[in-house]
């Protein structure tokens, strides 16, 4: 192997990396939560699943004729696997790539975190062993439906979306979730944004500190 090949590895294999998962029901706040990670946390990144969704043509309907938006099938996961894989090869230059980070800039000591934000990470078997910590946001049936009217999707969700078909399948991808990971830090999206921004950022400081101690 070439000396300044074995730097660049060196150089990789010296990086720290945690990989964060802000995952919960629709409108619980988990872009919010995500977006607050990234500002506050040196090095990190946001790869929101939302990102992958499938044109609509390629959408299929349910029996009752909704689009069946709230299944993996919907989300383009081997793309978003590209990215998360592209990140965890060379954080750094992943970065960069996407100017968060200035182009001269070199590796540093400090930990390089991902944020993977969407609704249903935990469910896709192959993302879900990637995390080093696991967030789920959840707020009651009555919120959820009043925060959902007020937002806009491409397609608008039609008439009797939300209880014909979002909360049955939240709740059945709730228990698919549950059945393949434990390690999840549940998170009530009721409470304060300050305070639920608050008590991730805290853990997560824990985490890289920890992190940033170790040899
Ligand atoms: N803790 C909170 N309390 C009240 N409203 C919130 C809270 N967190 C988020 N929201 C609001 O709920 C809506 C959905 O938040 P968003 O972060 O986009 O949710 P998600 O990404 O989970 O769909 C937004 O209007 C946001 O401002
Ligand atoms: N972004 C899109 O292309 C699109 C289209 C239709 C519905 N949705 C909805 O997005 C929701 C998931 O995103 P949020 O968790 O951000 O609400 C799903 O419940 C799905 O019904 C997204």
């Known amino acids: 192997m070439s000396s300044s090949l074995r730097q660049v590895c060196s150089k990789l294999s010296q990086m720290k990396t945690l990989v964060v998962g802000v995952g919960g029901i ?3 706040g ?3 939560l995500a977006k607050f990670l990234h500002q506050k946390i040196h090095n990190s990144c946001i790869i929101a699943q939302d990102s992958y969704f499938k044109d609509d043509r390629l959408v299929p309907v349910d029996r009752n004729g909704f689009k069946q938006y709230d299944t ?3 989300l383009h996961m081997d793309k978003m696997m590209i990215e998360v894989y592209s990140w965890r090869r060379d954080p750094h230059s992943f970065l960069k790539k ?4 200035p182009i001269d800039s070199s590796v540093d000591d400090e930990v390089y975190v991902l944020i993977v934000e969407g ?3 935990f469910n896709y078997r192959p993302l879900n062993e990637l995390f080093d910590k696991r967030y789920f ?3 009651p049936y009555e919120a959820c439906k009043k925060r959902r009217s007020s937002r806009v999707y491409s397609p608008p969700d039609p008439p009797g979306y939300f ?3 979002v909360w049955p399948m939240y709740l059945r991808n709730r228990r698919e979730m549950e059945e393949i990971t434990s390690e999840i830090v549940y998170l009530d999206g009721l409470k304060p944004k300050e305070e639920v921004l608050g008590v991730v950022y805290e853990d997560i400081c824990q985490a890289r500190n920890r992190l940033q101690g170790q040899n």
């Open 119 to 121: 609704f249903l990470i």
């Open 26 to 28: 629709t409108n619980g």
């Open 30 to 32: 988990k872009s919010t």
């Open 137 to 139: 946001l959840e707020i």
């Open 98 to 101: 996407r100017g968060l980070i």
């Open 163 to 165: 209880d014909g078909y």
């Open 72 to 74: 993996l099938d919907a």
